[in-house]
């Protein structure tokens, strides 16, 4: 089983913001496209680490995650599996759980 | 108005107090700009080829002051309407203002700013410092003297003025938020300053996004940018940080697409009707879009500042004023004129040190 590691700190950037594209260079949407869903195609797991990052809108958040199954026709369940978050803040790893449609524990 | 007072008599007086109202009226019914209701004439210059109107800038620059928001409304009537409508230039005259504020600096900033883009150098914008050491060096220290020709200030020296920070941008930057927190690192409680970055970022996105989707309130229909504009000031142990769009503002953008918030805002008196909007987007699951886990924008900027008892956060938009200040005090309030616009301030305080508020 082959695991991809996303550090947005390192990888992206330390000031993520927006929603879309058109809303600026770091937002959620392009680390959609550009790194979640690449990521997801060529491995099996995807370990997101986010720490590092200054901090995440919900926009962003929202557009990043919530996206995987609105637009890209991910399935909650298998992103259950998939999709590992990673922070020292437990709120922020369930806020994206939300987002990605997931029971919050 | 001089005129006026050195007249005895009070029957001549009002005579000619009348005719003053109607000479008024006459104007601001030939003006294009809403609002303009003033003498043009009598604040005429000729500085060379160009009759230039000057312009007395508020003692004090604050939009929490009924009287001082009042006044700076009307100061603001008065310059876009010399700028986008008359034929000369403009001289704003500084030398009165003896406090300036973050929330009242930050508007005068944006609509200097705005109407600076929006002529170019086609027309003459110039000003007189302010007499007062302090505010001269906020007003060179933030940007707003660069804007206007044929003028360079000193640089700002005094400490309470040399931590004033500002940019302005046309999509979300979280950089320009991220640099003005960093540098309180340190100073800042962690948790503090993440919320912060938080609520900075969503109202850049909700500039972007909401508050240009209609003509702007004050009758200029040209320019079409998306911007925002912010400052962020370090000052007696707080940082101020302010945020401000020249939207149409939550009490039009919010209601464009929920029918529902149209029906409820209806329900309103005239005189609650734009803070009652601020009220319900800050406590709305949803948002223009519709679509479920948006909108979370507008409480996490609240939120931003809720981590500390000393800290507040305030959002003006249009004629509402609503959010909490220091003690989680609520703050809800309906002035007479309309900022046409979002501007957003928080305070927090700086002096926690690294420790995370629990």
Redesign the interface.
Known sequence: MSSKVIRVAEDFTRFPAGRYISDGRYSGQRFRQDFIVPALKSGDTVRIELDGALAYGSSFLEEAFGGLVRTEGFMPADLENRIVPVSADNLLVAEIREYLGLTVH | MRKIFCVTSRGKRSAIRRRYLRSLLWRQRKSQVRGATWRYSSLACRRGKVEFVRLPTPVTLSLNDPNARAELLRFLVKLRFVMLNGDGGALVDFRLTQAVHPSGTMLLFAEIDRIRRLIGNTREMRCRPAEDRIVDQVLEQTGVYERFSHFAAAAATDETVIHWRQATGV?????D??SM?DDCEGKLAPSI???L??GV??A??NS??HAYVGNRGDGITVGGEKRWWLFSEERDGFLSIVICDLGIGIPKSLPKQHTAVRRILSTFAADRADVEAIKLASELGKTSTS?Q??G??LP?ILDAARQSDEGSCIIFSNRGQFGFAAGKRAVENQFTGSIYGTLIVWRVPITEGLKDVE
């Not at chain 2, 999509?171 to 950089?175: C, D, E, I, R």
Request: charged fraction near 30%; avoid cysteine; glycine fraction near 16%.
């Open positions: 999509k979300v930057q979280g950089k938020a991220g927190l300053k993440s919320g970055y938080r970022t969503e850049m996105t972007v996004q679509l886990n948006r979370k924008g996490e």
